[in-house]
């Protein structure tokens, strides 16, 4: 996560700042980079640019303005104009200063594994520091529900006392597009198992908010019910690894196959650790191209980090920061212990849970309210 704090430390400040608010940028169908961006301009001037929903970049105030006509595809001669009338500055020197702050955000589209601070001259912030007005990602956890053969005690059902309606979900992810929340991830017990799951996605899809799943994935066995969440604008899958459960390698297959993003989950125990690093060679060699890992037991650590390092050198990408499956790991009895994640908790995102009711992060035991029934200003402010 990184920070641009002085791309034009000589500019003055602006008479009047970029008006709040998220606004939203899709590459178009020809661009090979087929990115997204997110640019959320807060109160005070300054901005956060989320990139493919994955990089944020925290800017100042003139670097946010650049940004906000970055994402509103101006082009360098107006905004060299424009910045010109705002600021005591050459059209000539604004052009060149906005047209070398694309190029690095671009930069980080095409190599997003880059360190910005080696080669992009971006200053390091801390993740998850800085005041921001919302978080970057909720997860929805929209049921509890578990597929048959799975112990319901895998998933808190007792803590909830409904679930909620599909017009109730809808008034949710509306209102977290309008205090700015740019990323969605539906989660569950098994999210595949409500039938308006679909109509879920195609909502953020039409507000303009990029989506994920948090599944066990084998109903992806069945391609139309794939392609049924596919064509709603669904853009990254976590799937739940189970290698010992047939069904699971034809999902992966099918899931491999489509256009999608896709990760496979590990959570790590004792007795399937042994067998981790030839899982690992296997799903390399099937085409997954990211994997997320876990676990609960602190004894294993030395373990995580050794697969995280055979999981890079086998060029896999790893996700750190989604919430674990319940249907795998139970985080209400066992906490998840990996450092690598929970930092961004009731900051970088918030966990509804099926009646609405929002916890820092899934298994917290904090609730900060209901999202039906609290003002938003009353739930952020109590993370």
Same mark, same amino acid.
């Given at each position: 996560?990184? #920070?641009?704090?002085?791309?034009?430390?000589?500019?003055?400040?602006? /008479?009047?700042?970029?008006?709040?608010?998220?606004?939203?940028?899709?590459? =178009?169908? @020809?661009?090979?980079?087929?990115?997204?961006?997110?640019?959320r301009i807060e109160h005070d001037g300054h901005g956060v640019l989320i990139v493919n929903a994955s990089t944020v970049l925290h800017l100042n105030q003139t670097a946010a303005e650049y940004a906000y006509y970055f994402v509103h595809n101006i082009s360098a001669a107006e905004v060299g104009q424009t910045m010109s009338q705002r600021y005591h500055v050459s059209a000539e020197q604004a052009r060149q200063d906005y047209q070398e702050?694309?190029?690095?955000?671009?930069?980080?589209?095409?190599?997003?594994?880059? !360190?910005? +601070?080696t080669f992009l001259d971006f200053e390091r912030r801390s993740p998850y520091s800085g005041r921001i007005s919302a978080p970057y990602r909720l997860d929805c956890a929209i049921t509890y529900q578990l597929p048959a053969g799975i112990s319901k005690d895998l998933a808190p059902e007792e803590c909830v006392k409904r679930e909620l309606t599909t017009d109730?979900?809808?008034?949710?992810?509306?209102?977290?597009?309008q205090v700015g929340i740019p990323h969605l991830i539906f989660t569950g017990g098994e999210p595949t198992l409500r039938s308006d799951l679909p109509d879920l996605i195609s909502r953020a899809e039409t507000n303009g908010q +990029?989506?994920?799943?948090? $599944? @066990?994935?084998?109903?992806?066995?069945?391609?139309?019910?794939?392609?049924?969440?596919? /064509?709603?604008?669904? !853009?990254?899958?976590?799937?739940?690894?189970q290698p010992d459960?047939?069904?699971?390698?034809? &999902?992966?297959?099918?899931? $491999?196959?489509? @256009?999608?993003?896709?990760?496979?989950?590990?959570?790590?125990? &004792? !007795?399937?650790? =042994?067998g981790i690093p030839d899982l690992l060679k296997i799903l390399s060699e099937r085409g997954v191209?990211? /994997? *997320?890992?876990?676990?609960?037991?602190? #004894?294993? #650590?030395? !373990?995580?980090?050794?697969?995280?390092?055979?999981?890079? *050198?086998l060029h896999l990408s790893l996700v750190w920061d989604l919430p674990v499956p319940y249907s795998r790991l139970n =985080? +209400? #009895?066992?906490? +998840?212990? &990996? *450092?690598r994640q929970g930092e961004g908790a009731g900051r970088a995102w918030l966990y509804i849970e099926p009646d609405g009711d929002v916890l820092p992060a899934q298994g917290s035991q904090n609730r900060l309210g209901n999202i039906l029934t609290d003002p938003w200003e009353k739930i952020w402010k109590s993370g």
């Open positions: 996560m990184t #920070s641009i704090l002085k791309p034009l430390n000589k500019l003055f400040t602006p /008479v009047r700042k970029i008006s709040p608010g998220i606004y939203h940028y899709i590459a =178009p169908q @020809d661009d090979i980079r087929n990115y997204r961006m997110h640019l702050t694309t190029d690095r955000i671009l930069t980080l589209i095409e190599m997003p594994d880059l !360190d910005p +601070v109730e979900w809808f008034g949710i992810i509306d209102k977290s597009w +990029v989506s994920g799943l948090l $599944t @066990d994935g084998l109903r992806f066995a069945d391609n139309q019910y794939l392609n049924s969440l596919l /064509v709603t604008g669904l !853009d990254h899958i976590l799937m739940l690894g459960n047939e069904a699971f390698w034809p &999902s992966l297959a099918n899931t $491999t196959a489509a @256009d999608i993003f896709m990760a496979v989950h590990l959570t790590l125990t &004792s !007795d399937n650790c =042994p191209k990211a /994997v *997320s890992l876990s676990t609960a037991d602190e #004894s294993l #650590s030395e !373990d995580l980090n050794r697969l995280a390092d055979l999981a890079a *050198s =985080p +209400v #009895s066992l906490e +998840v212990r &990996s *450092s």
